[in-house]
């Protein structure tokens, strides 16, 4: 069953703390994404890998950090430094980077900071 | 500046209606459009893709359109259901070499029974 996951699907923090999304795909897409969507925005890009140990930041990289390390996962770390980190983080995979090719989408993680 | 602008921001019909979404844009130069279905909470799905040279394309009920001389397309539903109520996103990739998509912020469509 081939697709792309995001855990959990609800996560509650305290201000202060770190902490990571987990996006993982069994497509075989050499390229992974995360957005970050806020109510009545368009999704907004956060980071982009186009291949394993290669990611480039987006349009709002600050406060947040990835790693891709393995083709098929991109886990986002969300740092004390983001000002506004509560929102709804997609993450998407595509054959390659170049914006030709469908973006799939996970189900979403809504993060919860307080 | 590359923006993509969608319209109406939300839209109430009644179940078998038809609507039709706008969707107009400055990316450039241009490689393709999409669009997405979103339900609430979840990731958005693709309906269909344009290229340059394409000017309709159908999904079952969903037919979108695309003037590449304008930049405008428009998605037009067909005898809506109660399940059609959701986001839909209009997304336009530049043809950059790298990547570059933008996203619009979603046109809201409720279907009532």
């Known amino acids: 069953d081939g697709g792309i996951t995001q855990s959990p699907k609800y996560l509650f923090r305290k201000e202060g703390q770190n902490v990571t999304l987990s996006c993982e795909q069994n497509l075989n897409h050499d390229a992974m994404y995360w957005y970050r969507q806020d109510p009545g925005q368009g999704l907004r890009l956060i980071y982009y890998?186009?291949?394993?140990?290669?990611?480039q930041k987006g349009d709002i990289a600050e406060g947040y950090s990835v790693s891709r390390e393995k083709k098929e996962s991109f886990p986002l770390t969300v740092t004390s430094a983001q000002k506004n980190p509560t929102a709804f983080y997609l993450c998407?995979?595509?054959?390659?980077?170049?914006?030709?090719?469908?973006?799939?989408f996970g189900p979403g993680t809504r993060l919860t900071v307080t | 500046k590359n923006q993509v602008e969608q319209s109406p921001q939300s839209l109430i019909i009644l179940e078998g209606k038809n609507c039709t979404l706008q969707?107009?844009?400055?990316?450039?130069?241009?490689?393709?459009l999409r669009w997405y279905k979103q339900d609430t909470g979840r990731g958005p799905v693709s309906l269909t893709i344009?290229?340059?040279?394409?000017n309709t394309k159908s999904n079952g009920r969903y037919t979108a359109t695309l003037d590449a001389d304008t930049k405008q397309s428009s998605l037009h539903i067909t005898a809506s259901q109660l399940s059609d109520s959701a986001s839909y996103i209009c997304v336009v990739s530049a043809n950059t070499g790298g990547f570059k998509t933008i996203f619009g912020a979603g046109t809201r469509l409720f279907v009532k029974a």
């Open positions: 890998s186009q291949i394993v140990n290669d990611f």
């Open positions: 998407a995979s595509s054959l390659s980077g170049t914006g030709a090719y469908e973006q799939y």
């Open positions: 344009m290229t340059f040279s394409e």
């Open positions: 969707c107009n844009y400055t990316v450039s130069p241009f490689s393709n």
